[in-house]
């Protein structure tokens, strides 16, 4: 279900379709060690425990045997330039609770994969030794600025 | 002019009693040994001088002579309370076992039969069923069927629950009669046995191998000498709070279930949990620790042997928990209400959570709803599971327990049928299984002839400790609350420091934390000079005689 409001039904073509609803769940990090099946999200502010139980069973027909909610408060913080203090907007957490016999892990999003590192101390290489020959081409003309050249 | 005298000589006095004094050690002490005696040599790193700095004072709460003093010295370091981790004997949120394994040092035992101590009562227990069989079976029928009770419900549980509860407790207490009637004559202990309806069962202890609370090590973060120290195991205080329907508690103990020595089994290990109560579902609450067995100390029978205890909370659980889950909540519930029970007699013979029992302790333990009944038997072995302690204590506690069995299977047209004897043989087991003196002494760590403050002589320091204590444990409010932190001085006085300019008044200001304040750090009741000793007195404040600790 979503919050918007919508202009009232008419008959005919074209429908109104829904392609971005207002509830929405983003699963997070936990921030301390919890149960392993126990699974941490952050959600839109209106939904209640029921929406985030039907949310996963019927969407991701995954198993729910509790929910629990909280919503932390924002953070303050100087605005900068200003000097004022503004809030961040508040955050509904959702515990869901999976049945005992599954286990959640948080996924390795950016996981590095062999060799990656290999190639970005090799550009790094590369560039260094640029640098050093155009410092080296330039060393009796240090005050021409470098698009100034032949 | 007396009093002058006395005052005037008082000084010669006591100077006439120092230099006695030290001249009789100097005569003992001989300066020249012919092996040289050096003092033990100590480890100065800060964790073992904090290590004996603890050790000193549960040294010292091992060395207090009464039962009060000594649950006054455990609450001494706070003075709003501790912020203890409520398990409540009917709240057991989802995939809670683990976590009550851990908080008790429970090993937990599914048994079908009961354990072989109950074999010899066999016999006896198959004729007394007999005996007892129509009566049970006419009290279930017209506790059921034939009488409509009027139950008041109040708002602080769901009705349901109340409602069940209210049932179970009045079957339990037709039960109880028709059992211990039938065995007074048979055996001496039933008649000597004291029997509560509803007592007030809490108990309190501390925790350790559980993790530190994100808040603590962020907290801990922010100074430099505390970074690298900023998961420093924590004790978490623990209460029990528990209402059983009927218990039924004896002047001697129950024999032990096992031997004592197959206390540090290692087939009992119980693994630890340390996930912060929070992410279970247990959450925490400012209080003073309080142990109540359901009595006040002094009491003559103070040995728990059967409490009975309602399962209405199974009715107010999601659906989505499963029938499995639902039947560790029953486990849970009895590990719960048996060491709590358990745990709070033995804090009445004088040990604490910081000086371990010397004997085991066993309580038997019935959960019902009048239809089905599961039986347990807890053997209590240690009591010390504080973060010193947490790993290097090789004993762990015992419970074993029955799945839920039903004692009958219907009711029809006002007559039950199919009464099943051997799960109501199992109930007079419990009842058979006869306490009995132990040859070992039962309250080493309390004084010989002071046990409990109404043994004090002296009338002031006995009525002081008794209205403290029993106010400690009432847990009233304060009459003046904590001091309360606003968010618009948290936002603009803490966070960002836009008000410098404002006079400081509040604690937080001066950096102090009002919940570090000792129970102790008070002004004592001002004395009006009316009242005070004629002719003159300097006196202002009356005496308190708080424990040092």
């Known amino acids: ?150 | 002019m007396r009093l002058l005298r006395i005052n005037g000589t008082f000084p010669k006095l006591r100077k006439l009693i120092c230099r006695r004094y030290a001249q009789a050690i100097q005569a003992e002490e001989n300066e020249y040994t012919e092996t040289p005696v050096y003092p033990p040599i100590l480890d100065m790193s800060l964790q073992a001088r904090k290590l004996r700095e603890r050790e000193t004072i549960h040294k010292k709460i091992e060395n207090i002579n009464t039962v009060e003093e000594k649950q006054i010295a455990l609450n001494m370091p706070r003075y709003y309370g501790w912020q203890c981790v409520i398990l409540h004997d009917d709240k057991v949120p989802y995939n809670a076992l683990p976590l009550v394994q851990h908080y008790t040092r429970t090993s937990f035992k599914n048994i079908d039969k009961l354990p072989d101590i109950y074999t010899q009562s066999s016999s006896v227990a198959d004729s007394v069923v007999q005996e007892i069989k129509p009566y049970i079976e006419e009290c279930i029928a017209i506790e059921n069927e034939g009488v409509e009770h009027n139950i008041v419900t109040s708002v602080h549980k769901p009705e349901q629950q109340q409602i069940e509860n209210a049932k179970t407790r009045n079957i339990v207490k037709q039960i109880n009669r028709i059992i211990s009637n039938n065995l007074t004559d048979k055996v001496s202990h039933i008649l000597s046995s004291q029997v509560d309806y509803d007592p007030r069962h809490e108990a309190f202890w501390f925790i350790g191998g559980v993790d530190v609370p994100n808040n603590v090590v962020n907290w801990r973060k922010k100074f430099k000498w505390l970074k690298d120290r900023a998961h420093e195991p924590l004790d978490r205080p623990v209460q029990y709070l528990g209402s059983p329907l009927l218990t039924i508690r004896n002047q001697l103990p129950l024999k032990p279930v096992i031997p004592y020595s197959e206390a540090e089994n290692p087939e009992f290990k119980v693994p630890v949990y340390s996930c912060v109560p929070e992410t279970v579902g247990y959450y925490s609450n400012y209080r003073h620790g309080t142990n109540i067995p359901g009595f006040w100390p002094g009491d003559f029978d103070e040995f728990g042997m059967l409490s009975y205890h309602g399962r209405g909370h199974l009715l107010d659980r999601s659906e989505s928990y499963g029938a499995e889950d639902n039947l560790e909540a029953l486990h849970c519930q009895a590990i719960k209400a048996s060491f709590g029970w358990l745990l709070a007699q033995a804090n009445y013979k004088g040990f604490t959570t910081y000086n371990d029992l010397t004997y085991p302790l066993v309580t038997q333990t019935v959960i019902t709803n009048g239809h089905l009944m599961s039986f347990y038997v807890y053997q209590l072995n240690t009591i010390t599971m504080h973060s010193d302690k947490v790993d290097n204590n090789p004993k762990y506690n015992i419970c074993f327990g029955t799945k839920p069995l039903a004692l009958y299977d219907s009711i029809e047209n006002g007559k039950v049928k199919g009464l099943n004897e051997d799960v109501l043989k199992m109930l007079v087991q419990f009842y058979l299984n006869a306490p009995e003196e132990r040859d070992h002494e039962m309250a080493p760590f309390l004084g010989k002839e002071e046990q409990i403050i109404a043994d004090i002589e002296d009338d002031n320091r006995r009525c002081w400790l008794e209205s403290t204590y029993k106010h400690i444990v009432s847990n009233r409010p304060k009459h003046l609350l904590p001091p309360e932190l606003y968010l618009w001085e948290k936002i603009y006085k803490i966070k960002f420091n836009t008000r410098f300019f404002e006079a400081k008044r509040k604690p937080f200001e001066f950096d102090i934390n009002p919940f570090n304040r000792r129970l102790d750090d008070h002004l004592p009741p001002y004395i009006p000079k009316v009242l005070r000793p004629y002719p003159r007195s300097k006196k202002k404040f009356e005496t308190t005689y708080y424990p040092k600790v």
Not at chain 1, 10 to 28: A, C, D, E, H, I
Not at chain 1, 58 to 84: H, L, S
Not at chain 1, 88 to 114: Q, R, S
């Open chain 1, 1 to 150: 279900m979503s919050t918007r409001w919508y202009p009232i039904y008419q008959k005919g073509n074209p429908q109104l379709r829904v392609f971005l609803p207002n509830f929405w769940m983003k699963l997070v990090r936990p921030e301390g060690r919890q149960q392993p099946s126990k699974v941490t999200f952050h959600c839109s502010i209106e939904m209640t425990k029921h929406d985030v139980k039907n949310y996963i069973e019927k969407i991701y027909n995954v198993p729910v045997v509790d929910v629990k909610t909280r919503i932390a408060m924002g953070k303050f913080r100087k605005d900068i330039g200003k000097g004022y203090i503004v809030k961040d907007d508040d955050v509904k957490f959702a515990y869901v609770t999976l049945p005992k016999t599954m286990k959640f892990d948080f996924p390795n999003i950016f996981e590095k994969k062999k060799g990656d590192g290999d190639d970005d101390m090799k550009s790094l290489d590369e560039a260094k030794k640029s640098f050093k020959n155009y410092i080296e081409r330039n060393k009796d003309r240090s005050d021409v600025p470098s698009w100034f050249s032949i």
